[in-house]
């Protein structure tokens, strides 16, 4: 039993995600995550299981733990009762923790998490903004989408879904700095700001300096698509 | 009386949940969700009016309260811990500052998170004062949990509602459903993670299937009927890992059409799966050359087109990558013939 899995095991989500395995598959057999992508939780199961740390630093340095969509439809046919999602997430928060999401293409991708879904709540107290939807990155929406982001304020007024008002609330309403500051401390308390920062001083480490995590980011923010930004062997 | 297996199973997945002829059905407090505003803002907006102006809800959210963080939790950016301290806020500052004990939230997310924190504090004891003491000592706020469903420790979604009186609303209706074919599509959130906390549970939820007929459509069944969306947080906000979502939504729609190709509504109460069951029928389209034609509405939008609303303006239907018009027309639901589809959807 190694160090890692300790930790792992301390974790609450694992407590309640791992009861007992009888490696059935049936996690897989539900999964969409496992029906699209080179991902299977039954393996993530079994590789947490033989709580050998060689094998754990293996899986949170792989794209495998970044797959899982969250969707929780292991926790609903699992027979005993476990539930690879919230492993998953305890998996997540150790490969943030030891920079090991660093090594692989979809680990990188939390910078976009850490600096949209985090960056949102500490700014704003949401995690997602009107501004984030925007129609380069989300194609899909449509052309009616693009007339809608543009026209956004007085589109939103016309649904009666007013934004960015001063203390009202509803909607993308601009929350009172005072809550903000309680939320922030809160934040700050449950070690989530502490979360975020290894993702950043990680990020440096990984591709040598502050400068080139934001070419990182730029890169994204400009195309879409991280793998535009080409890793250098001996960073 | 002995009763049937069968229905011991359907008695444990039934909640209560207050109707505006029972006490306390006509106050709540709610928590809006940060995925509808930015990617369907619209929604909030009829199921706002519909609450209030034909329920008559007295609907009270306080400035101060905050998303709940769950994409963020989902998204890998913050811990167990923070979900915790947060929905703890969240709720002191209903029941404190407006005064309201039932709550609901408008996101499935936010639902399953602030279920998932209760249920953590009912297990886990020092989780618990964990949280009073963090939340005390962070805001000076005091510590307060909701018991909305049959007076035990819960919260529930705003379809909840909408379910629990949807007698009251189809008696209002302008509209019907009579001969449409329609199928539900539950949030994983709403129903697989806590299915104990589901309308009906998991396998045959209620709580849009009972909205439907109530409206009078036929429910049709499908083999994918319980297949994810594939918002999946990370995959639905990173462009690239898109194809996920767009596999699964091709995979839910094939299996819809191969079973039931005259079916051409599915009612939704996620805000991920609203946006992107209808948004990647587009992609699909485009890049592989087929078509749907699948109306994905969500139960407010629904609601509101049945009660006379208009499609557009109220309804928010202005931003679907399905034409929405044939739906309409099989409804019988009238809209201004004289402009053009991109007229209708483009006000300004």
């Given at each position: 039993m190694?160090?890692?899995?300790?930790?792992?095991?301390e974790?609450?989500?694992?407590?309640?995600?791992?009861?007992?395995?009888?490696?059935?598959?049936?996690?897989?057999a539900?999964?969409?995550a496992?029906?699209?992508?080179?991902?299977?939780?039954?393996?993530?199961?079994n590789?947490?299981q033989?709580?050998?740390?060689?094998l754990?630093?293996?899986?949170?340095?792989s794209?495998?733990i970044?797959?899982?969509?969250?969707?929780?439809?292991c926790?609903?046919?699992?027979?005993?009762?476990?539930?690879?999602?919230?492993?998953?997430?305890?998996?997540?928060?150790?490969?943030?923790?030891?920079?090991?999401?660093?090594?692989?293409?979809k680990g990188?991708?939390?910078?976009?998490?850490?600096?949209?879904f985090g960056?949102?709540?500490?700014?704003?107290?949401?995690?997602?903004l009107?501004?984030?939807?925007?129609?380069?990155h989300?194609?899909?929406?449509?052309?009616?989408?693009e007339y809608y982001y543009?026209h956004?304020e007085?589109?939103?007024?016309w649904?009666?879904v007013?934004?960015?008002?001063?203390?009202?609330?509803?909607?993308?309403?601009?929350?009172?700095?005072?809550d903000?500051?309680?939320l922030?401390?809160?934040y700050?308390?449950?070690?989530?700001?502490?979360?975020?920062?290894?993702?950043?001083?990680?990020?440096e480490?990984?591709?040598?300096?502050?400068?080139?995590v934001?070419?990182?980011?730029?890169?994204?923010?400009?195309?879409?698509?991280?793998?535009?930004?080409e890793?250098?062997?001996n960073? | 009386m002995?009763?049937?297996?069968?229905n011991?199973?359907w008695?444990k997945?039934?909640?209560?949940?207050?109707?505006?002829?029972?006490?306390?059905?006509?106050l709540?407090?709610?928590?809006?969700?940060?995925?509808?505003?930015s990617?369907?803002?619209?929604?909030?907006?009829?199921a706002y009016?519909?609450?209030?102006?034909?329920?008559?809800m007295?609907?009270?959210e306080?400035?101060g309260?905050?998303?709940?963080?769950a994409?963020?939790?989902?998204?890998?950016?913050?811990?167990?811990?923070?979900?915790m301290?947060?929905a703890?806020?969240?709720?002191?500052?209903?029941?404190?500052?407006?005064?309201?004990?039932n709550?609901?939230?408008?996101?499935?997310t936010s639902?399953?998170?602030y279920?998932?924190?209760?249920?953590?504090?009912?297990?886990?004891?020092?989780?618990r004062e964990?949280t009073?003491?963090?939340l005390?000592?962070?805001?000076?706020?005091?510590?307060?949990?909701?018991?909305?469903?049959?007076?035990?420790?819960?919260?529930?979604?705003?379809s909840?509602?909408?379910f629990?009186?949807?007698?009251?609303l189809?008696?209002?209706?302008?509209y019907?459903?009579?001969?449409i074919?329609a199928?539900d599509?539950?949030?994983?959130?709403?129903g697989?993670i806590?299915?104990?906390?589901?309308?009906?549970?998991?396998?045959?939820?209620?709580?849009l299937?009972g909205?439907?007929?109530?409206?009078?459509a036929?429910?049709v069944?499908?083999?994918e009927?319980?297949h994810?969306?594939?918002?999946?947080?990370?995959?639905?906000?990173?462009?690239?890992?898109r194809?996920?979502?767009?596999?699964?939504?091709?995979?839910?729609?094939?299996?819809?059409?191969?079973?039931?190709?005259?079916?051409?509504?599915?009612?939704?109460?996620?805000?991920?799966?609203?946006?992107?069951?209808?948004a990647?029928?587009?992609?699909?389209?485009?890049?592989?050359?087929e078509?749907?034609n699948?109306?994905v509405?969500?139960y407010?939008?629904?609601?509101?087109?049945?009660?006379g609303?208009d499609?557009?303006?109220?309804?928010?239907?202005?931003?679907k990558?399905?034409?929405?018009?044939?739906?309409?027309?099989?409804?019988?639901?009238?809209?201004?013939?004289?402009?053009?589809a991109?007229?209708?959807?483009r006000?300004?």
């Amino acid at each position: 039993m190694g160090k890692l899995f300790n930790e792992l095991k301390e974790d609450i989500l694992y407590q309640h995600g791992m009861n007992a395995c009888l490696n059935c598959g049936v996690c897989t057999a539900v999964c969409p995550a496992a029906e699209f992508n080179d991902y299977s939780p039954r393996e993530v199961m079994n590789t947490v299981q033989s709580e050998d740390d060689e094998l754990i630093i293996e899986l949170l340095k792989s794209d495998k733990i970044w797959y899982c969509g969250q969707c929780f439809s292991c926790k609903t046919r699992c027979p005993r009762g476990n539930n690879t999602a919230n492993v998953i997430l305890a998996l997540r928060r150790l490969s943030i923790r030891y920079g090991y999401f660093t090594e692989s293409e979809k680990g990188r991708q939390q910078l976009f998490a850490k600096r949209v879904f985090g960056e949102n709540m500490l700014k704003r107290g949401y995690t997602l903004l009107a501004e984030n939807i925007t129609p380069a990155h989300f194609p899909e929406l449509g052309e009616n989408w693009e007339y809608y982001y543009e026209h956004r304020e007085e589109m939103r007024e016309w649904w009666d879904v007013p934004m960015d008002l001063e203390n009202s609330p509803g909607s993308h309403r601009v929350i009172p700095e005072k809550d903000m500051e309680e939320l922030r401390a809160i934040y700050q308390a449950t070690g989530a700001i502490e979360l975020m920062d290894s993702v950043e001083k990680s990020m440096e480490k990984k591709l040598g300096s502050k400068k080139e995590v934001e070419k990182y980011w730029q890169t994204w923010l400009e195309t879409g698509d991280s793998r535009n930004y080409e890793i250098k062997d001996n960073k | 009386m002995k009763v049937a297996r069968e229905n011991l199973a359907w008695q444990k997945h039934q909640k209560h949940v207050p109707t505006i002829d029972e006490p306390g059905g006509k106050l709540w407090g709610c928590f809006r969700s940060c995925f509808l505003q930015s990617a369907a803002p619209y929604t909030e907006g009829i199921a706002y009016k519909i609450l209030k102006n034909d329920l008559g809800m007295d609907l009270r959210e306080a400035p101060g309260h905050t998303s709940c963080g769950a994409i963020g939790y989902h998204g890998d950016v913050s811990n167990v811990e923070t979900q915790m301290v947060v929905a703890a806020r969240n709720f002191s500052v209903a029941h404190h500052e407006l005064g309201v004990d039932n709550l609901f939230s408008f996101c499935v997310t936010s639902f399953a998170n602030y279920t998932e924190m209760i249920h953590l504090w009912e297990e886990e004891p020092e989780l618990r004062e964990y949280t009073a003491k963090t939340l005390k000592e962070t805001t000076g706020r005091e510590f307060w949990v909701p018991h909305v469903s049959g007076g035990r420790p819960s919260v529930v979604h705003a379809s909840d509602v909408f379910f629990a009186n949807r007698h009251q609303l189809a008696a209002k209706a302008k509209y019907s459903l009579k001969g449409i074919k329609a199928v539900d599509h539950i949030g994983c959130h709403y129903g697989k993670i806590f299915p104990g906390e589901a309308m009906g549970g998991v396998e045959f939820p209620q709580v849009l299937v009972g909205l439907l007929e109530a409206f009078g459509a036929e429910i049709v069944d499908y083999p994918e009927r319980r297949h994810c969306c594939g918002m999946g947080f990370r995959q639905c906000a990173f462009p690239e890992n898109r194809d996920y979502t767009a596999s699964s939504v091709y995979k839910k729609m094939k299996s819809l059409k191969e079973a039931h190709p005259d079916c051409n509504l599915m009612l939704t109460n996620c805000p991920g799966c609203t946006v992107f069951l209808d948004a990647e029928q587009g992609t699909i389209k485009e890049v592989l050359e087929e078509e749907f034609n699948v109306s994905v509405l969500d139960y407010a939008q629904l609601t509101g087109l049945m009660l006379g609303y208009d499609p557009f303006k109220d309804c928010g239907l202005n931003a679907k990558a399905v034409l929405v018009e044939p739906l309409l027309d099989q409804i019988g639901i009238p809209y201004d013939k004289s402009k053009t589809a991109e007229e209708r959807r483009r006000p300004f």
